[in-house]
C-alpha cells in the first residue's frame, strides 16, 4: 500500500495547561497556555476526521481533563464510528468523571502516567501530593471501567530504575493489564533536567536486564519500548551478519507509527507525532487536514526519511549493524541533532552490546 | 426450521486506498487491511453475492487463477472476516 489517502490515527493534544510540572514532560505542559485552539476548532476536527476516516483518537494534552468542553467533545466523539483513548496523568478524575467516562463504547482505554510505586519516587519527578492524587484517580478509573481498561506508562529514570518491580507489583495488586516502560526522550522538560533523569550506559543495561526479568515473572502486562527495544536488539543477535555483508547495501531507516498518525498540538500546529512536538507542519488554522496530510512540503521531508539507508548516518556509516539496523527512532536525533537523519543511540546495537561507549553530551 | 446466512454487518466503514482497503468495524474497533482480491469478495457481498457468483468473478475478473485458489482465496478470506467479527447473522426461516 502506497502513501495513504488519510492518517489512521489522530493525536489531539486539547490543551498544554496541566495541574503537574513534570520534570520529563515532552510537552512542556504548564498551568498557562495561550492560543489554544477552541472547542467548535476541535469539534470541526472531528468533522472531517469522520470524512476521511480516520480511525482512531489518541485524547492528551497537558493534562484533557482540564479542557473546558472535554465532554463535549467526547460526546461527538463516541456518536460517529472514531475509537478514542485518552492519556491522563489521572490526579483529576473523580468518581463523577470516571462515571462519566463509563459511559463511552469508543473509549478503549485510559492511559496513566505512573513513575514511581509511591510519592518517595514518583513525586520526585511530577510534584509533592502527584502519587496520592494519581493513585486515587486510578482507583476511580478502575471502579467504573474495570482494570483491563486501565493501563499504566512508566518514563524511567534515574529516579524510578529501583523501583521497577515495585509499580509492577502496586498494577498487580489493582488488577491492571499493562504497564509500558519507556525510554526517555529529549524534547520539552526533560531537556532542562537532563543531568538529573539520564541514566548511564551500565544504568540502561540494568533496565533492559530488569525488563526481562519482570516480563518473565510477570508477563505480558510487562510492555512498551524497554521490552520491544531489547526484542530487537536479541533478534540482532541472532542473524548471521556474513549473510547480509554480501548485500553490500546497508539497510534503510524504516518507517515507524508516525508514518500513519498526525499529530494536533493545543496551539493548532500538527507535527508527525508526538515524540516530535516540535516539529511543526503546518497549522490546522491555516489548512484542512486533508491538505495537510497530501501536500505539507515538511511531512514529505519528514516521510523521505523511510527511503534513507543507514550508511546516510555519519556515526552509522562505518557500523558493522548497517546492514540489519533499522535506525530507531526519527525523533532522537532530532533533539540531539536538530535532524531527523541521525542516530537513536538508545537503538543503537552497538551501543547496547558495549563496543561503544557512549557519553551523553 | 431456521437457517443462518453470514453476512457483511451494515456498519462497516470501508476505506479505500488505491486497489486495497480499511475494514473498520466501530462496534468492536477492529481494522482489517486488505488487499485487492479481499476487497472484491467484500465488494460483492455488499452486493449479496453467493459464495458460487463470487468464485466465479474472481475466475471472470482475475486472470490465471485457478479454481481451487479462488475457492482457497475465498474461504480464508470468509474465515478472517469470522474471525473478527465483521459478519454479521442473517435468519430466515
Known amino acids: 500500500?502506497?502513501?495513504?489517502?488519510?492518517?489512521?490515527?489522530?493525536?489531539?493534544?486539547?490543551?498544554?495547561?496541566?495541574?503537574?510540572?513534570?520534570?520529563?514532560?515532552?510537552?512542556?505542559?504548564?498551568?498557562?497556555?495561550?492560543?489554544?485552539?477552541?472547542?467548535?476548532?476541535?469539534?470541526?476536527i472531528v468533522d472531517e476526521a469522520v470524512a476521511l476516516k480516520i480511525f482512531n483518537f489518541t485524547i492528551s494534552g497537558g493534562e484533557p481533563f482540564?479542557?473546558?468542553?472535554?465532554?463535549?467533545?467526547?460526546?461527538?466523539?463516541?456518536?460517529?464510528?472514531?475509537?478514542?483513548?485518552?492519556?491522563?496523568?489521572a490526579s483529576l478524575i473523580d468518581e463523577q468523571a470516571a462515571g462519566k467516562l463509563k459511559q463511552y463504547k469508543k473509549l478503549r482505554h485510559v492511559m496513566v502516567g505512573l513513575d514511581g510505586s509511591s510519592g518517595k519516587t514518583h513525586d520526585l519527578l511530577r510534584g509533592k501530593g502527584a502519587f496520592a492524587r494519581g493513585l486515587s484517580g486510578i482507583k476511580n478509573l478502575i471502579a467504573s471501567l474495570g482494570p483491563g481498561r486501565v493501563l499504566i506508562f512508566?518514563?524511567?529514570?534515574?529516579?524510578?530504575?529501583?523501583?521497577l518491580e515495585n509499580i509492577l507489583q502496586l498494577a498487580k495488586e489493582l488488577k491492571l493489564t499493562s504497564v509500558q516502560f519507556e525510554p526517555l526522550l529529549w524534547e520539552g522538560n526533560a531537556r532542562l533536567h537532563r543531568r538529573e533523569l539520564e541514566l548511564n550506559h551500565r544504568q540502561s543495561q540494568y533496565v533492559y536486564q530488569k525488563i526481562q526479568q519482570l516480563r518473565k515473572k510477570y508477563g505480558k502486562m510487562v510492555g512498551g519500548n524497554y521490552f520491544s527495544m531489547w526484542q530487537h536488539f536479541k533478534d540482532m543477535g541472532s542473524v548471521d551478519l556474513r549473510e547480509f555483508e554480501k548485500s553490500g547495501i546497508s539497510a534503510c531507516l524504516s518507517a515507524c507509527s508516525a508514518a500513519n498518525k498526525l499529530v494536533i498540538r493545543p496551539d493548532g500546529w500538527v507535527t508527525p507525532c508526538d515524540r516530535l512536538w516540535d516539529y511543526k507542519i503546518e497549522n490546522i488554522r491555516n489548512k484542512s487536514l486533508k491538505e495537510i496530510w497530501l501536500n505539507a512540503p515538511k511531512l514529505r521531508e519528514f516521510r523521505a526519511r523511510f527511503g534513507r539507508h543507514i550508511d546516510e548516518v555519519a556515526e552509522c556509516r562505518d557500523c558493522k549493524y548497517r546492514f540489519i539496523c533499522k535506525g530507531g527512532c526519527p525523533a532522537a536525533p532530532y533533539y540531539e541533532?536538530?535532524?531527523?537523519?541521525?542516530?537513536?543511540?538508545?537503538?543503537?546495537?552497538?551501543?547496547?552490546?558495549?563496543?561503544?561507549?557512549?557519553?551523553?553530551? | 426450521m431456521q437457517s443462518q446466512e453470514l453476512i457483511p454487518k451494515q456498519e462497516i466503514v470501508v476505506r479505500k486506498e488505491g486497489e486495497d482497503a480499511f475494514l473498520f468495524d466501530p462496534d468492536t474497533g477492529n481494522l482489517l487491511c486488505v488487499n485487492r482480491l479481499g476487497y472484491f469478495i467484500w465488494d460483492c457481498l455488499i452486493k449479496k453475492c453467493k459464495k458460487e457468483g463470487i468464485i466465479r468473478r474472481i475466475l471472470e475478473e482475475h486472470e490465471g487463477v485457478t479454481s481451487e485458489k479462488a475457492n482457497s482465496d475465498y474461504e480464508a478470506f470468509i474465515s478472517n472476516l469470522k474471525d473478527n467479527s465483521f459478519l454479521g447473522v442473517k435468519r430466515h426461516r
Open chain 1, 154 to 163: 512508566c518514563v524511567v529514570s534515574k529516579f524510578n530504575i529501583l523501583d
Open chain 1, 66 to 89: 482540564l479542557r473546558k468542553g472535554l465532554f463535549t467533545l467526547l460526546d461527538k466523539i463516541e456518536n460517529t464510528h472514531i475509537h478514542f483513548s485518552i492519556n491522563s496523568n
Open chain 1, 1 to 44: 500500500m502506497s502513501q495513504l489517502s488519510a492518517p489512521l490515527d489522530l493525536f489531539l493534544a486539547l490543551t498544554g495547561r496541566c495541574n503537574l510540572a513534570c520534570k520529563h514532560c515532552n510537552a512542556s505542559s504548564s498551568r498557562n497556555c495561550r492560543q489554544e485552539l477552541s472547542l467548535k476548532s476541535w469539534l470541526s
Open chain 1, 337 to 361: 541533532t536538530g535532524s531527523l537523519i541521525g542516530r537513536d543511540v538508545d537503538s543503537c546495537y552497538r551501543i547496547f552490546k558495549g563496543e561503544e561507549i557512549y557519553a551523553p553530551a
